[in-house]
Every structure is written in C-alpha cells, then in structure tokens.
C-alpha cells in the first residue's frame, strides 16, 4: 500500500522568496511520484514526475523537486516565488504492483495552500 | 477537444435523487479514472478503467456508486439515492496506459 503525507496544509511566503513544500511518501514497491497543482476552480495540472531515472526532477513553472529514498521524501522547491503560483498543491505517488489491478491509481497527499504575499 | 472534458460542471440535486457526470477523455487514452475530492476526505481514488473493462472498483464508498465506460472513449459516473455526504467535486483524468494522467476540469456536485 501507498500513502503520501504533505507537512504543513497551509505555507506563506514573499514573492521572490524560496519555496519549499514538503512531501513523504510510504511504498511497499519502488515508487513513481508525482506533484500537481490546482489553480481555484479547475482540474489538477501536473508539475513534474519522478519515475525512476534522475532522482533531481525538473518541471513547468521553475518548479523542481529531488527524490531522496532515504528520507523517502520528495519536497517541492522554487527559488522565487512569483504571485502566480498562489493555489493548492498536492503530492502524489502512485503504485506500481506488477500485474496488480491498483497498477496507475494516484494516491494524495492531503494538500499544501501556497499564499504569496506582494 | 484536446484536454479531458466533464459535464456538468457543476450539479446541484436533491437528496435521495439519481446523478449522472460525464467524463470525455482524451482520445485514445486507454486508462481512465474517478476520483473524489471533498474538504474532509481531500483527493480519494473511486475506479480505474483500461478499456472498458475496470479492473480497480475499491474506491466506490458504496454500492450507491457505479461507473461504466463504453466504446474504450466516454465513462459515466452514476450515484443512485444521493445523500448530502455525496457532496464533492468529482474528477476524471485520462491517460495513455498507465503513464501520466490528465485531469479534466471537474463535476462540482452539491446535494440539498
């Protein structure tokens, strides 16, 4: 079984500030995982993606995320927060049970709201 | 159209009615899935289609719940006898088999 924790439902920060929102993860089988972003009102927008090949990840937005197994943590990162990227941010790992039928089912963390401040 | 499309978008029933929401997913997409969002659950998986066939039933909270998907394209989600805790908004993503999936815009569904 899979299962995602995001440290801190709520983060603030200044535009132009380091952003860093924290994501853990728990995977019986070596996992793919995942960020999202939901602006207000809208579907789900993937961020980026580790699968397995580089464990420091680069996605849209500036946005960059580094899998340590480890610390089986995968934290969101942007160096300058710009007040676009005010929404709600969700980790994500799915599971890859060889011929499992859960093979694809994205499992959530429970939500990180990003506030940026002028 | 290119993304993955749902409708309503938003529906407002009265308890103890039958729902019907609507996912387009992108075509050719062969994994289709349901998923929940509410303030109190967060983001819960529902069912997983590869085909028409949905191999990943476990999410359903209940029998109340069901789901089908024709023509390996469009997939409905039905909720018979609607209770206020049905309540959410309800996402549907696509993807090519297993890999990155694309989530439509959402069914906000409120139950009076």
């Known amino acids: 079984a899979q299962s995602v924790t995001q440290l801190g439902s709520h983060v603030s920060v200044s535009e132009g500030a380091l952003v860093l929102l924290r994501c853990n993860y728990s995977?019986?089988?070596?996992?793919?995982l995942f960020w999202y972003v939901q602006y207000p009102n809208q579907g789900l927008q993937l961020l980026l993606k580790?699968?397995?090949?580089?464990?420091l990840v680069k996605g849209i937005n500036g946005f960059e995320a580094e899998f340590k197994k480890s610390e089986t943590s995968f934290h969101l990162t942007k160096p300058s927060a710009h007040m676009s990227d005010a929404a709600e941010y969700f980790c994500?790992?799915?599971?890859?049970?060889?011929?499992?039928?859960?093979?694809?089912?994205?499992?959530f963390g429970q939500g990180t709201i990003l506030t940026v401040h002028p | 159209g290119a993304g993955v499309s749902q409708s309503p978008s938003n529906k407002v029933t009265e308890k103890g009615k039958d729902v019907e929401l609507r996912c387009d997913p992108i075509?050719?997409?062969?994994?289709l899935y349901w998923y929940r969002q509410s303030l109190g659950q967060g983001l819960e998986f529902l069912i997983y289609?590869?085909?028409?066939?949905?191999?990943?039933k476990s999410g359903l909270p209940s029998d109340r719940f069901s789901a089908e998907r024709t023509g390996g394209s469009v997939s409905t989600l039905t909720i018979q006898r609607t209770q206020q805790e049905d309540s959410a908004v309800y996402l549907c993503?696509?993807?090519?088999?297993?890999?990155?999936?694309?989530f439509g815009p959402g069914t906000r569904l409120t139950v009076l």
């Open positions: 289609f590869q085909g028409n066939s949905a191999p990943d």
């Open positions: 993503a696509s993807s090519l088999a297993t890999n990155e999936q694309f």
């Open positions: 994500a790992v799915r599971g890859d049970n060889a011929g499992g039928t859960s093979y694809g089912k994205l499992t």
């Open positions: 995977s019986s089988v070596p996992p793919y």
């Open positions: 075509s050719g997409h062969t994994a």
């Open positions: 580790y699968t397995s090949a580089a464990t």
